[in-house]
């Protein structure tokens, strides 16, 4: 067990939410306490908190105190380590802040060994098969999952993404320049890992190459876009999922665009009731990363054409449970060859 500064975590209940955010995503700790100007703890804010606030379309600039727990579980400076221990074991807690007795901060404890990635025997399917025709030349030689950002190719970046997450199971669905790809990446001993294909001799789709898997998995499994960067925390989404009980996940990000004019509301007769100047419209986004239980595969048809999202319209008529996941987390779609250069930058300067 670790003792984390947990100055660096701290905020103000009146600071904006945003900035919540930021603390939970820099101190890696996924948690942000909300203290007083003597440090009295207010309550804490972690990602669940903030999704939840998503959900609920609550903007990034309220105040922190709108979405924090007010009634955390503390330990005091005066029990003993083992205690503190036993304590966030048998609650399942990551950390704990630990409070004198006027109830200010004194330190913040961490279980390391929570940290550690949890060996997961869950499916990950990349789709890999795409043309990348929107990347002009750059594809003309080279598959877009085997481009590179930085000094890897997207696809080794993003199979290593879910190796720090314990997974270790992949089956690449392959099609345009499939031998480059097979040849790269092998059996995934390379990399530690065991890699499958799915040979797609048509294009099928988002989702349907799943049809061609061997065999149903056991668990629920990953399935993510071939073409994308992200720092989502993969085992997050695994519990969500869970937790929800959903025959379906599709994880989501929150996209504002505001309107340069000033909108008019008019009435009957043409009157004129009010103007809202430059109104910010919010939507969520399909990212391409979603998580499926396995007894959602007879839905997808064998050998023809079908996306990720006919998937979850199907699910939703049959009265399943398709839900989603919101994230704020880094995330970007290289489709266009403005984002591949996007993605290059952010991947020199962050990753």
């Excluded at 869970?242 to 909108?263: I, N």
């Excluded at 998580?291 to 399943?320: N, T, Y």
Aim: net charge negative; charged share 25%.
């Amino acid at each position: 067990m670790l003792t984390i500064s947990w100055k660096s975590v701290r905020v103000a209940p009146e600071a904006p939410l945003m900035r919540a955010l930021e603390i939970i995503s820099e101190g890696a700790l996924g948690v942000a306490l909300v203290v007083d100007a003597d440090d009295k703890l207010l309550g804490l804010v972690t990602d669940g908190d903030v999704r939840r606030g998503l959900l609920r379309h609550i903007s990034l600039d309220v105040p922190v105190r709108e979405v924090m727990c007010t009634t955390p579980t503390v330990a005091r400076d005066s029990d003993t380590q083992e205690h503190i221990m036993t304590l966030m074991r048998t609650r399942t807690l990551h950390h704990i802040p630990v409070v004198d007795d006027q109830g200010r901060v004194v330190g913040l404890e961490w279980l390391k060994d929570m940290t550690l990635p949890t060996p997961r025997d869950n499916w990950v399917v990349l789709m890999a098969g795409g043309l990348g025709s929107r990347l002009g030349e750059l594809t003309r030689d080279c598959p877009k999952p085997l481009l590179h950002v930085g000094k890897q190719p997207i696809l080794e970046m993003i199979i290593e993404n879910f190796v720090s997450y314990g997974f270790h199971k992949f089956y690449l669905a392959v099609n345009y320049k499939k031998e480059m790809i097979k040849a790269y990446f092998g059996d995934g001993s390379r990399l530690g890992v065991r890699i499958e294909y799915l040979e797609e001799e048509q294009r099928l789709g988002t989702a349907g190459p799943l049809s061609l898997m061997p065999e149903a998995p056991k668990d629920p499994f990953f399935v993510m876009n071939g073409d994308l960067l992200t720092r989502i925390h993969f085992g997050r989404v695994l519990d969500y999922h869970r937790q929800q009980q959903a025959d379906a996940t599709m994880c989501v990000r929150q996209v504002e665009e505001t309107l340069p004019y000033g909108v008019v509301d008019l009435g009957e007769n043409h009157r004129l009731n009010g103007i809202t100047e430059k109104p910010v419209n919010r939507y969520f986004v399909n990212t391409g990363i979603y998580l499926l239980e396995p007894h959602v595969l007879p839905i997808i048809p064998k050998g023809q054409f079908f996306d990720m999202p006919d998937l979850f319209r199907s699910l939703a008529d049959e009265g399943k449970h398709p839900v989603a996941f919101p994230f704020l987390e880094y995330w970007m779609d290289i489709g266009q060859v403005g984002d591949f250069h996007q993605a290059c930058r952010d991947v020199k300067d962050s990753f």
